[in-house]
Structure formats: structure tokens, C-alpha cells
């Protein structure tokens, strides 16, 4: 089992500028920064790395595979990533663009900046579009920011198991990606307490008390049941989520 980490970002673009000059401000800003520079290889990093947080640009340079047409995909696999478009359509000159941005599932737009074009035009290069100055750069941080906590306790177990306790998110690893898993409230509340007691047995009136079932223990036995319908490889034989007999509840990763 693996401990706390710090939240991973992708950068989706795909000009080599941009991400030269955006990664570094993530990474002093203390994320982990990984990149990717068209949508094909974004949508395989996200399957198999399901990062905290997109930031994603809508002009890939692929008509097949855009920054719209990502967020469209990882909205479609049930995936509740965080995505903030960093993209040169304006929002105010071409605003269908982001009107579309949000409708398909993004959480954030910001328009780029034009990229030192003096510096480009004395080189003979055509001119590009990042963020220019310190304040657009700040605000890119700041967005992030608000969408994830400083710290990020993802716990995973074995390579099959990941639960991220600060946004109650579980995954599952299918063959080629982490697969969300949807719990309703309650099942998270029980599964939060099992983890967070690292192991040891929880007694029936604690896990009652967790999910505010009112003293149901037949209703507790409902949402273990769904819990490991939802969780276990073989619910029949549960790995995770474990009967202590005559006790309660306790979860244990088989190891």
C-alpha cells in the first residue's frame, strides 16, 4: 500500500512551447507534472494514470481528436477527473467554444496569451500562443488549486484497488486503465471508516453510526453486500472487505 502523494497533472498540448513553459510553473507550484501532445496519447495516459487534474488544450492539431472530443471520451468511460481548458479561443470573441467546453464536462476555461512573439518573429519562427505573463500563469495555478487539495492521500492497493479518500473516489483496474466505480454515500462512509482503521476489526455500532443508518443493522448488511458486489473480484470470497466474526467489519488487502 502506498501512502500520500502529491496530485498529478496532465498537460495535454501540442506545442512543445507550451508545455516547456507551463510544466515547470506545476512543478514549482509542487504537482507532478506529466505530458502528453496530441489527444491519442492523452486519453492512454489518463486510462492508465487517471490523474488528478487535465489541463487540456481544444486545438490538438488532430480534427479526429481534440481537446473537446478528450473531455467527451473521459466524461463517457464515467471518469470524474478534473479538466480546465488552456486554449487560445477567447472566451469572450468565440464564446461557443467554451459554452461546448462545459457542456461536454469541462470544469474550468482560460484563454493563452500570445507567446513572445517578438523573440519568435527575430527567429524566423511562426508565432505560437501560451501564457505570456506572471499574473496568467498564477491564475492557471490558482484554478488548479481550487480544484484539488494540497495533499492528495491516494491509497493503492495491490494494482487492482484505489481509493482516494479527500475526493471519494474508487477505482478499479480493468486491463488497460483505472475504471471508476460509483458508490452511493453511505457505501463510501463505511468503506472510509474500514480503511481508515488500517486493518483493524470495526464493530457493528460504529459502522452503524458512520453512515448514519439509525441503529439498521439489516440495512448495514444491504450496503456491505453492494459493497462487495461493487469492489471484490469474487464477492463470494471477498478479499477486501471482511467479516469479523461476531464483531463487525474489517478491511484487509489480502497481503
Known amino acids: 500500500m502506498q501512502g500520500s502523494r502529491r ?9 512543445p512551447n507550451v508545455r516547456s513553459f507551463v510544466r515547470p510553473a506545476l512543478e514549482a507550484a509542487g504537482f507532478d507534472c506529466v505530458e502528453a501532445e496530441d489527444g491519442w496519447t492523452a486519453l492512454e ?7 488528478d487534474l487535465v489541463v487540456l488544450d481544444i486545438m490538438l492539431g488532430d480534427e479526429e481528436m481534440n481537446g473537446l472530443d478528450v473531455c467527451k471520451k473521459i466524461r463517457e468511460k464515467g471518469l470524474l477527473t478534473p479538466v480546465v481548458f488552456l486554449t487560445i479561443k477567447d472566451r469572450t470573441e468565440e464564446p461557443g ?19 513572445l512573439r517578438q523573440v519568435e518573429e527575430r527567429m524566423g519562427l511562426p508565432p505560437t500562443e501560451t501564457l505570456e505573463r506572471k499574473s496568467d500563469i498564477e491564475e492557471l495555478l490558482a484554478r488548479i488549486k481550487a480544484r484539488l487539495p ?22 478499479l483496474k480493468a486491463t488497460d486503465y483505472w475504471r471508476e466505480v460509483r458508490l452511493a454515500p453511505k457505501e463510501f ?12 476489526p470495526v464493530g457493528i455500532r460504529q459502522l452503524i453510526a458512520a453512515a448514519n443508518l439509525e441503529g439498521e443493522e439489516g440495512a448495514l448488511y444491504n450496503h456491505f453486500y453492494k459493497l462487495r458486489q461493487k469492489l471484490e473480484r469474487d464477492p463470494q470470497n471477498p478479499q477486501y472487505i471482511q467479516t ?7 478491511f484487509s488487502t489480502g497481503n
Request: net charge negative.
Open 189 to 200: 462512509s463505511l468503506l472510509e471508516v474500514l480503511v481508515k482503521n488500517g486493518g483493524r
Open 244 to 250: 469479523y466474526h461476531k464483531i463487525g467489519y474489517r
Open 7 to 15: 496530485s498529478k497533472v496532465l498537460l495535454v498540448d501540442d506545442n
Open 45 to 51: 495516459v489518463i486510462y492508465a494514470e487517471v490523474p
Open 150 to 171: 494540497e495533499a492528495n492521500p491516494v491509497e493503492d492497493f495491490d494494482d487492482y484497488l484505489r481509493i482516494d479518500l479527500v475526493s471519494q473516489r474508487v477505482y
Open 97 to 115: 467554444y467554451m459554452a461546448q467546453a462545459f457542456r461536454l464536462g469541462g470544469d474550468d476555461y482560460i484563454s493563452k496569451r500570445e507567446e
